[in-house]
């Protein structure tokens, strides 16, 4: 039983697919529409974009603005001017950007977003040079809360902190936020994995995505869940039949272990996507009926009759 190479290289090249499909699904279904949502009228695009500026009043540490190559940046900025004119640089440890464009033909808000964080140490324990460096980035659909630290620099050489704080980022309030205004105006709010999902191009058009005309009149939920399970199979028969070679596809050798894979798989996306229908999943406030202390006694009408 010799392995075949090129079929496994296959099998590789159709998981990676298959893992932008996964994710594409993911973000469909935290962005679908929601039937049972009452009707609105949606607003005109210009008006849509005022209502999303005027954020900049409530929402300090982030600062919209119109964008080179989509519609809008959020930039989240947690320095006051005050303590900015104090240093010659500041240094944030994480860096938080978010892109948005406003499809006009579909009435949706399409979002972007990414964060990253890096810190860097250069100097000496006792007389032994030390140097440290850490780095992570993450892009996408962003729904979590960092700390971080803003170090005021000093001008000259070398460089040296004259002051430090520590700020909070929240990246769920100004997507909530966002998405409230665009509910209220009709519009739908749907995150994008890609950056140039909100990019639009020399022209002023918008990327339409990878959905063939032929499912145009399918939602992006629906041609996802339809294509990401269809790249799985075909993922797991090019992995069983080049680790095989196409020969001696017994039970032992090649369907159980594909079949615990494939439990394996689907449990854990399950959990996954059960996650993100408790996330986003509508929550209606039941209204409590009054207490006994509180409910006013119905007024008694008494009516007096005159003797003759």
């Avoid at 049972?36 to 540490?61: K, Q, Y």
């Avoid at 005021?152 to 100004?174: E, N, S």
Wanted: glycine share 6%; with cysteine.
């Amino acid at each position: 039983m010799k392995p075949n190479p090129w079929i496994l290289l296959s099998g590789a090249a159709l998981s990676l697919v298959m893992v932008f499909a996964m994710m594409e699904c993911v973000v469909a279904f935290v962005g679908r529409n929601r039937k049972h949502r009452r009707r609105v009228a949606t607003i005109a695009r210009d008006a849509l974009l005022e209502r999303i500026e005027a954020l900049n009043e409530t929402h300090g540490s982030f600062r919209i603005r119109p964008s080179e190559h989509a519609d809008l940046e959020v930039v989240f900025d947690p320095v006051d001017s005050a303590w900015r004119a104090r240093f010659s640089r500041v240094k944030l440890t994480t860096v938080y950007r978010a892109k948005l464009v406003l499809d006009a033909e579909r009435h949706e808000i399409r979002w972007f977003e990414f964060v990253r964080s890096s810190s860097v140490f250069i100097g000496f324990q006792g007389l032994w040079p030390r140097m440290r460096w850490s780095a992570w980035f993450q892009a996408g659909y962003i729904a979590a809360r960092y700390s971080g630290r803003m170090y005021g620099i000093l001008p000259g050489f070398p460089a040296r902190i004259g002051d430090a704080r520590p700020y909070r980022l929240d990246t769920v309030a100004i997507k909530r936020d966002i998405g409230a205004i665009a509910k209220a105006a009709g519009w739908a709010f749907k995150p994008k994995v890609w950056w140039f999902q909100v990019k639009r191009r020399a022209d002023g058009t918008i990327p339409r995505g990878l959905i063939p005309s032929r499912t145009r009149y399918w939602s992006e939920l629906q041609f996802w869940s339809v294509v990401y399970p269809l790249l799985y199979v075909l993922t797991l028969g090019c992995i069983v039949v080049g680790a095989t070679g196409g020969h001696n596809l017994t039970w032992h050798s090649a369907w159980l272990p594909a079949i615990a894979m494939t439990a394996f798989w689907w449990t854990i996306w399950g959990a996954i996507m059960l996650i993100f229908w408790v996330i986003t999943r509508p929550r209606t406030v039941r209204a409590r009926p009054p207490s006994p202390d509180s409910c006013t006694p119905p007024r008694s009408s008494s009516r007096t009759e005159a003797s003759p």
